[in-house]
């Protein structure tokens, strides 16, 4: 039997021309072998414990699936380490009163802040360098104001001793000139400072001539306590002399004196009494 190849019909051995479809049955008579499949292609797994990466990983499967049994797991990262600078910043910044740590605070925090944008994760530390770095400014800018305080300070308290050393002069002086007055109206001196202030009534009299102000009256003014003691030599009840002591309230101010001679005297660091060195 002859097979038609375009129809697949069988025909007689000796027919020329098929049955069904009238070709030729010229030429080999066999049916033509199907075509074997593609082999599909194989998936080698990939050895993880080599080491070779993979599009998903060290591991070798895709993200949230767990590896194989028998797989080591990933080594864990190293933890970042904290800049050595970062620390000698914050510890500078708190003696931030010396000028040099404050000055190293400041170098130190740049420095360290550097260091870790750099380090790509590697340091860190960067909040301690900032804390540094604020309290290294803060000295900086304190630092000056200090400075000019403890040149000024000095100069101001020279200039207070000095208003109140001639303030207590000035307040002498005047003592001596109400008691002179004093003595030309009441026959003696005033038996206290209280005598040359304001009178208790209306009218100046022995116990209140009005002749200095109440203040000073009351033995204070411009930091120095004064004191006035009347002496009556011949018993008449009339004073015939008196003594003035003006000490300061606060040490470090001279000590003056002065009695009915007129002249005002002083000394440094005592009392000051009729042999002390006249200033006027």
């Not at 098929?18 to 075509?35: D, H, Q, T, V, Y």
């Not at 900032?130 to 101001?156: D, F, K, Q, R």
């Not at 009840?237 to 309230?249: C, H, I, L, S, T």
């Amino acid at each position: 039997m002859k097979l038609c190849t375009h129809c697949g019909k069988e025909n007689l051995d000796d027919a020329a021309f098929c049955e069904s479809c009238g070709r030729s049955l010229a030429g080999p008579n066999l049916r033509p072998e199907p075509s074997p499949p593609a082999p599909s292609p194989t998936v080698t797994p990939t050895d993880s414990s080599a080491g070779a990466p993979s599009m998903f990983g060290f591991s070798g499967e895709p993200p949230g699936v767990a590896a194989a049994p028998g797989t080591p797991p990933a080594a864990p990262l190293t933890p970042p380490e904290t800049s050595g600078k970062a620390i000698g910043s914050l510890v500078s910044g708190i003696f931030f009163f010396f000028f040099p740590a404050a000055v190293t605070a400041v170098v130190l925090g740049h420095i360290a802040r550097a260091e870790v944008r750099r380090s790509a994760g590697r340091l860190q530390g960067s909040g301690m360098a900032l804390a540094g770095l604020i309290l290294g400014y803060v000295g900086l800018s304190v630092l000056p104001i200090l400075i000019i305080a403890a040149i000024a300070i000095p100069n101001l308290l020279k200039a207070r001793i000095a208003a109140n050393e001639a303030s207590a002069v000035s307040a002498l002086r005047s003592i001596n000139t109400a008691c002179f007055e004093y003595r030309s109206h009441y026959s003696g001196y005033p038996a206290s400072l209280a005598s040359l202030g304001p009178p208790p009534g209306r009218t100046p009299g022995r116990e209140g001539a009005d002749l200095i102000e109440s203040a000073l009256a009351g033995g204070t003014k411009s930091g120095y306590a004064f004191r006035l003691e009347a002496h009556d030599d011949d018993a008449d009840g009339y004073a015939d002399r008196y003594q003035v002591w003006a000490d300061p309230v606060i040490p470090g101010q001279r000590h003056f004196f002065t009695d009915e001679t007129g002249l005002i005297r002083a000394r440094k660091n005592a009392p000051a009494d009729a042999g002390s060195y006249p200033i006027e």
